[in-house]
């Protein structure tokens, strides 16, 4: 068979070329592995629209400084090269499920959701980090590690427990409660601009230090083992699309049946109907 050497030469060059893309490719990608100034981050500020967050009657809406300190969050961590989207960018309601899909959308994106605490006892205090992957340890680790170090409230521990928007996550997930705001000393904190600015600059640092922390065993503030247990939760997706005062009693009921049937972890908080979305 006689080979035409003009359609040799144009197979050559296809060949060749796909070889370069592929190799260009698989460079970039590589790049963005390393330089890490690539990630995204999925911000989410908690609640928002008619839902306030917090507990019934409680004075600061929670979804008023969720939102202050995501955005203060987002300059932090913009002004360090990542990419940052916000699941929520003013006074909104995002359902759940919305929240997840964004974040999911962004497959090597990391999430942080931000809250603030409430309890019927007004002595709780004491800022917490969840996690429910496992992969997302590290990064729970790194954030409580800042903001419980750099807070001026209580280390109430690296916890882990299947919120919506942690469980259905399918990037490393961390869910951060910023101190409990109906504590008298912590909303008084929750209200100072200044205050805000520094929880959102513990976060920062925490997202930056996400890759090391969790290898500095030596402080109290790292979650160190597997030891940290699954905490009871609710399905967030039914209770958060039921309004009535009704259904929200019936949720009490049986996240107070689920907590006396589990055992005491200090978490006081957990009775209370705010819980729905932590
Ligand atoms: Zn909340």
């Not at 050497?5 to 963005?32: D, G, I, V």
């Not at 929520?88 to 809250?115: K, M, Q, W």
Request: net charge positive; aromatic share 6%.
């Amino acid at each position: 068979m006689r080979t035409n050497p003009y359609r040799f030469r144009l197979l050559a060059a296809s060949l060749l070329s796909a070889f370069l893309e592929t190799l260009s490719t698989a460079h970039a990608r590589q790049a963005s592995k390393e330089s890490g100034s690539t990630t995204t981050v999925v911000i989410d500020a908690g609640h928002g629209g008619y839902d306030r967050g917090g507990i019934p009657g409680q004075r600061v809406a929670e979804k008023e400084v969720t939102l202050d300190v995501a955005q203060r969050l987002r300059k932090e961590l913009a002004a360090s090269g990542y990419r940052v989207v916000m699941t929520r960018d003013s006074d909104v309601f995002v359902p759940l499920g919305t929240r997840v899909a964004i974040a999911n959308s962004y497959p090597n994106a990391i999430f942080v959701s931000v809250h603030f605490n409430s309890a019927k006892r007004s002595g709780a205090s004491g800022i917490e980090t969840y996690f429910y992957d496992r992969d997302s340890l590290p990064l729970a680790s790194a954030i409580h590690y800042y903001v419980a170090g750099g807070a001026a409230s209580s280390n109430r521990n690296v916890r882990r427990r299947g919120y919506y928007v942690l469980r259905k996550n399918r990037n490393p997930a961390v869910l951060v409660e910023c101190g409990f705001l109906t504590n008298p000393s912590e909303a008084a904190l929750a209200q100072s601009a200044s205050y805000r600015q520094k929880l959102a600059e513990e976060i920062a640092a925490g997202v930056r230090g996400r890759n090391t922390v969790g290898s500095a065993r030596s402080t109290t503030r790292v979650a160190t083992g597997e030891s940290i247990p699954l905490q009871p939760y609710i399905d967030q997706t039914k209770v958060a699309k039921s309004k009535s005062g009704r259904s929200k009693r019936s949720h009490k009921k049986s996240s107070r049946r689920k907590k006396s049937s589990s055992k005491p972890g200090g978490s006081e908080a957990k009775t209370s109907s705010k819980n729905q979305e932590g």
